[in-house]
């Protein structure tokens, strides 16, 4: 079965800094998609970056960029320039080639520092 | 163009009451997505439609839960005589097509059972 683990349950950033989380997973297949999903108060789950598998270039969108290692089962996602609309959680998600349902961690709650 | 959207946002039951929670998918999307977060933990899967059809229902957590989506748009999740550990966010998720990798999610209805 696949599993996703985020092992850094909160994590603190000055505003206008770079943060990392790190995320991890374990999978046997080969043909997958990774997320990085935002939800804030509110509770929408937003995208904010996706990354298929089968791409060797990290994915980038404006701030937010990805670190995929394949081999290692790693993918992070760095947060630069830190804003303070960017306190949220953070799940990072993984959803097979042959499956419709995403599975996620258990999340990483970012808290901007003024 | 409207998003997912859920009904009620907010339930509080009695326990061993009856429930139900509504998703209205965006206009157009085949699949829909029903998932469960617990306090401070990531969402889980719940049951999967295509259309009308229920392909997935491998996450309902008992024979409480029960889906359905009757005309391939709406949905209704309805769970049976509630118990405390029924508490938690209830996410409804859709996407255009199958095996699609974007889910748009909705703002979900937080469940609390006393």
């Known amino acids: 079965a696949q599993t996703v683990t985020q092992s850094q349950p909160e994590m603190s950033v000055q505003e206008a800094e770079t943060v990392t989380l790190s995320c991890t997973y374990d999978?046997?297949?080969?043909?997958?998609?990774l997320f990085w999903y935002k939800q804030p108060p509110s509770r929408q789950m937003i995208l904010v970056i996706r990354q298929e598998a089968y791409k060797q270039q990290n994915a980038t969108e404006n701030r937010f960029s990805v670190n995929f290692q394949k081999a290692a089962k790693s993918f992070s996602l760095k947060i630069s320039d830190s804003q303070l609309g960017d306190a949220a959680m953070y799940f990072c998600?993984?959803?097979?080639?042959?499956?419709?349902?995403?599975?996620f961690g258990k999340g990483t709650r970012l808290h901007i520092l003024p | 163009g409207a998003g997912v959207s859920q009904s009620p946002r907010y339930k509080v039951a009695k326990r061993g009451q009856d429930v139900a929670l509504r998703c209205d998918p965006i206009?157009?999307?085949?699949?829909l997505f029903w998932y469960q977060q617990a306090l401070g933990q990531g969402p889980e899967f719940l049951t999967y439609f295509q259309n009308e059809a229920q392909l997935d229902k491998s996450g309902l957590p008992s024979d409480r839960f029960f889906a359905e989506r009757p005309e391939g748009s709406v949905s209704t999740l309805k769970i049976q005589r509630t118990q405390q550990e029924d508490s938690a966010v209830y996410l409804c998720?859709?996407?255009?097509?199958?095996?699609?990798?974007?889910?748009?999610f909705g703002p979900g209805t937080r469940l609390t059972v006393t």
């Open positions: 998720a859709s996407s255009l097509a199958a095996y699609s990798y974007e889910q748009y």
């Open positions: 998600a993984y959803k097979s080639d042959r499956d419709d349902k995403i599975i």
């Open positions: 206009s157009g999307h085949v699949s």
């Open positions: 999978t046997s297949e080969s043909d997958y998609y």
